[in-house]
């Protein structure tokens, strides 16, 4: 047997144990390992093809292992599916600047040499996220990679969008999108990024055609004055009697002279502004729907880079804030501007390049969503579709009543082109499965396809399937479709887990996944979002190299809760340089005393043959019950997604009662001569089993520690696994035999005194030679029973002599002696002349006096309202927290004051 390091080294352990994975081929697709286990099929949110692990990566990545690990080791076939999204927007603005850098031109290089430098790009940037994925550990078949991109992946793309043009629910119309003019390209709603943004609100004359009740003009109040050159309404509430008069009549625009009509609309809010409301049909959705509703007409008056088109005189040619600027001037200039006001308000970002977006009138081609939605909604509320947590199954089913047809059309050269073909010559339109020059109706050459891409989630929604074969091969999703869960952030439940559902029920006729996980949102230290710009955004790489990946792992899936946004405590010195985690600084103790607890039982293995577990000890049977419910603990976590509480269960077990408890009672056993072997089978037993579980989580150490153990207990096959990942997973039905109430309630019971009368040694600093003398008061005759039927026990291991158990009323406490207050005994521990108890009652009452004159001093600062007020927020929190351990320090003190008197 392999000797194991002396100290654990994740720099030096996680490449062997990687290429260990690797080379037994331990990742990839295999039928079940035992019948009747069924399937385990999960899809990566596929990255961008050129991206870089984030926090929010590696968390998501560390709950799919997990999933994916467990599931491989209870013997299901699992298949794990890898891949990048060619990112449309994101990979040509990269390649676009890459190509200003070299002197070089998008429009002058064509679409084809362009489409080729972009390819060329992520040959070169494509691999990095993979590589980082592959280090942190995570178990997917890597040779099974898929791209957005790939033929067989286009070529699913161009069926559904063909499909679903001859089905009616593709169309192109000219309608309102949110148009980004630095990317050049239509956005979708829900990609759109809102941001409260200090403004104004200009008020506006527009003089009357005729003058009403002598009045002769109204006043407009907007928050964008440069549209007005667009406007062709004004519109009023229907509930604003006071407007009444003015329906039907009508103003002359200023500077371009445009008579345009007043009237009634149920969009105007009567209490905002004046309560007149310019209407820019081509420029604002809500104003496009009055243009449709009314006839008006619609009016672009901005290219597709948000600069005034010609025909507008000293206007035109002006970008957005030129043209405010201007036109505010000019109403200024002819007395029209009537008065400012501020105004903060919401305003749409492109959340690529963060331009501000322009509501802007544009051809583009939609999906129709009316057929879709209500199938996708039934698969939700039937429970078809699991939401974990549960409330964000109300944030869907809320997006999904609102939904708007889909915008599908964006205005690049990267990714799919849309497959609609045209014939100049008559007229002729179809979407084709293959690309034609020739004209199938009047047999003319002058066809050409639609210069448009497909939004990147429009190709995204057919993840889990068009990954799996389909159109080509759909008896490969036999067994692994539906999915068994995504795992996904919550802000793209609308932009991609919705429109997975509604596809995969339209193509599929079945739901994609039976379980949504939405993972939190991993914040800063202060709960700011995570940013290089901020400098306090974490590289998960840096933590791998300083703490190792399991350490990383452990301390992201501990995070894991349903509160969804949670704080990573990351520490930056001033040049924003990574200093180090606390929190994952502790996941490698952890690790740390993994492996130290590991290396002592393999280190006293000499003699050691496999053999059964018995409980021939009291602290045999408590550990034995323990590890039963640990591994149910554990199992049924994992299954329902509850990845913090498994982490935490696993390590309030293995460090506080295997580590700090069972090895140490059993270290005795294991220089006994007649005892030592089984005590050794009981040990590795544990070991082996807590291995196994901790596993999914932790799975380099793991598999490191497991490598170098003796057989413990063989596989359902009769033999040892190859590898920790490919043993067999502990099963909670086969340890309930294992669970004995009577012995965790007695066991708790001793430790309970043990732990007494250690920290009465430890508070009165009492040698641990020293024999002390217990007197236990139990609350019941149960209570006395079970410790004396561990009396034995706590007199060996706590070095407790003599020990009296006794039941009924309290008596007179004996001199000399302190009594410790429990919930089920009472115990009274017999200190005799080894503590002079005038002397520790004066240290006491001083250590008294100097902790409340400290705390008068806190409280009387903290009610300064000056000091409140001037300083810093965390100084005053620090002072507070302060005050608060002060209280909790004098009220031990006392207690120990009461003990000694």
């Given at each position: 047997m392999e000797e194991m390091p002396k100290t654990?080294?994740?720099?030096?352990?996680?490449?062997?144990?990687?290429?260990?994975?690797?080379?037994?081929?331990?990742?990839?697709?295999?039928?079940?390992?035992?019948?009747?286990?069924?399937?385990?099929t999960v899809v990566i949110p596929p990255p961008n093809v050129t991206g870089k692990l984030h926090m929010g990566h590696a968390l998501d990545d560390s709950i799919q292992d997990a999933i994916v690990r467990q599931a491989r080791m209870r013997g299901r076939s699992t298949r794990w599916i890898f891949g990048t999204d060619h990112a449309g927007i994101a990979t040509q603005t990269k390649v676009d600047k890459k190509l200003k850098d070299e002197g070089k031109n998008r429009l002058e290089m064509g679409r084809e040499a362009f489409i080729d430098a972009c390819w060329d790009w992520t040959h070169e940037y494509g691999g990095i996220i993979q590589q980082q994925i592959r280090r942190m550990g995570c178990s997917i078949d890597f040779e099974d990679e898929r791209f957005t991109m790939d033929p067989d992946y286009a070529e699913a793309v161009r069926r559904v969008f063909c499909d679903w043009y001859h089905d009616g629910l593709i169309y192109r119309g000219k309608r309102i999108v949110n148009w980004c003019p630095s990317c050049t390209t239509a956005i979708s709603d829900d990609e759109a990024e809102y941001k409260d943004e200090k403004g104004h609100l200009w008020h506006l004359r527009y003089p009357l055609a005729e003058p009403v009740n002598g009045q002769e003009y109204i006043v407009v109040a907007t928050t964008?004055?440069?549209?007005?050159?667009?406007?062709?309404?004004?519109?009023?509430s229907p509930k604003d009697p006071e407007k009444a008069a003015f329906v039907g009549k009508t103003v002359k625009l200023p500077i371009v002279d445009r008579e345009?009509?007043?009237?009634?609309?149920?969009?105007?809010?009567?209490?905002?502004?004046?309560?007149?409301?310019?209407?820019?049909?081509?420029?604002?959705?809500?104003?496009?729907?009055?243009?449709?509703?009314?006839?008006?007409?619609?009016?672009?008056?901005?290219?597709?880079?948000?600069?005034?088109?010609?025909?507008y005189g000293e206007f035109s040619g002006l970008t957005r804030d030129e043209c405010r600027e201007k036109v505010v001037a000019w109403f200024e200039e002819h007395g029209l501007l009537d008065h400012i006001?501020?105004?903060?308000?919401?305003?749409?970002?492109?959340?690529?390049?963060?331009?501000?977006?322009?509501?802007?009138?544009?051809?583009?081609?939609?999906?129709?969503?009316?057929?879709?939605?209500g199938p996708a909604m039934e698969a939700v509320t039937s429970g078809k579709v699991r939401f974990n947590a549960e409330r964000w199954k109300q944030s869907y089913l809320t997006w999904m009543e609102n939904l708007k047809d889909w915008c599908i059309s964006r205005q690049l050269w990267w990714g799919h082109r849309i497959p609609v073909f045209y014939c100049e010559d008559c007229g002729w339109e179809d979407a084709l499965m293959e690309d034609v020059d020739v004209c199938p109706k009047c047999g003319g050459h002058h066809v050409h396809q639609d210069e448009n891409v497909l939004d990147t989630w429009f190709s995204s929604q057919l993840w889990t399937f068009a990954t799996q074969g389909w159109p080509q091969h759909p008896e490969q999703l036999e067994g692994h479709h539906p999915t068994t869960a995504l795992v996904t952030a919550r802000d793209i439940i609308a932009l991609w887990v919705a429109r997975m559902i509604m596809s995969s029920l339209y193509f599929l006729d079945e739901i994609p996944f039976h379980d949504v996980v939405i993972y939190p949102t991993v914040l800063a230290k202060d709960g700011s979002r995570m940013s290089k710009s901020k400098g306090n955004g974490v590289d998960p790489m840096d933590l791998m190299d300083k703490y190792g990946a399991d350490a990383m792992r452990f301390n992201l899936l501990s995070l894991f809760t349903n509160n969804q946004d949670v704080r990573f405590d990351a520490d930056f010195d001033k040049q924003k340089n990574f200093l180090g985690s606390a929190r994952t600084e502790q996941a490698k103790a952890f690790l740390t005393k993994i492996w130290n607890a590991s290396r002592f039982l393999l280190m006293n293995t000499e003699g050691y043959t496999p053999g059964e577990p018995v409980a021939e000890t009291a602290a045999d049977a408590w550990m034995f019950s323990r590890l039963a419910k640990t591994v149910g603990q554990v199992t049924e976590g994992i299954e329902s997604y509850a990845f913090g509480d498994v982490a935490r269960s696993l390590q309030s077990f293995f460090w506080n009662e295997v580590c700090d408890w069972y090895i140490e009672v059993t270290k005795t056993r294991l220089s006994d001569a007649e005892a030592r072997l089984q005590a050794q089978r009981n040990l590795i037993f544990v070991l082996d089993t807590s291995l196994r579980l901790m596993h999914p989580l932790m799975p380099f150490a793991t598999e490191a520690i497991w490598d170098t153990m003796p057989a413990s207990w063989l596989d359902e096959d009769g033999e040892r696994a190859e590898a920790l990942m490919v043993a067999d997973w502990p099963e909670p039905a086969a340890y309930e035999r294992w669970v004995n109430e009577p012995a965790e309630r007695a066991f708790e019971l001793t430790r309970a005194v043990v732990t007494d009368v250690r920290s009465t040694r430890a508070r009165y600093r009492i040698s641990p030679k020293e024999q002390l003398g217990v007197s236990i008061r139990a609350n019941s005759d149960e209570v006395a029973e079970a410790i004396r039927g561990m009396a034995e026990f706590i007199c060996a291991f706590a070095r407790v002599s003599p020990l009296d158990i006794t039941t009924g009323e309290a008596t007179e406490k004996p001199e000399g002696s302190i009594v410790l207050a429990g919930a089920d005994f009472d115990a009274c521990i017999m200190l005799g002349d080894l503590v002079d108890f005038a002397a520790e009652r004066a240290r006491i009452e001083k250590a008294i006096a100097k902790a409340e004159k400290e705390l008068a001093g806190a409280e009387k600062t903290l009610a300064?309202?000056?000091?409140?007020?001037?300083?810093?927020?965390?100084?005053?929190?620090?002072?507070r927290e302060r005050a608060e351990e002060l209280k909790a320090e004098i009220g031990a003190l006392t207690a120990q004051l009461a003990d000694v008197k």
């Open positions: 654990y080294d994740p720099a030096a352990t996680e490449p062997q144990v990687l290429e260990k994975w690797l080379a037994g081929g331990y990742y990839q697709r295999k039928p079940e390992k035992r019948p009747g286990a069924g399937d385990c964008r004055p440069e549209t007005m050159l667009g406007d062709t309404g004004v519109a009023v345009i009509p007043i009237f009634e609309d149920w969009h105007v809010d009567a209490s905002f502004g004046s309560g007149f409301v310019k209407v820019t049909p081509a420029h604002d959705p809500n104003d496009y729907a009055m243009g449709e509703a009314h006839g008006l007409e619609k009016i672009n008056i901005f290219d597709e880079h948000a600069v005034v088109v010609d025909g006001e501020e105004h903060d308000h919401s305003v749409m970002h492109c959340y690529r390049c963060d331009s501000t977006l322009e509501p802007w009138l544009s051809e583009q081609w939609f999906v129709a969503v009316d057929k879709l939605k300064n309202e000056g000091f409140i007020a001037k300083a810093a927020p965390e100084v005053v929190a620090k002072k």
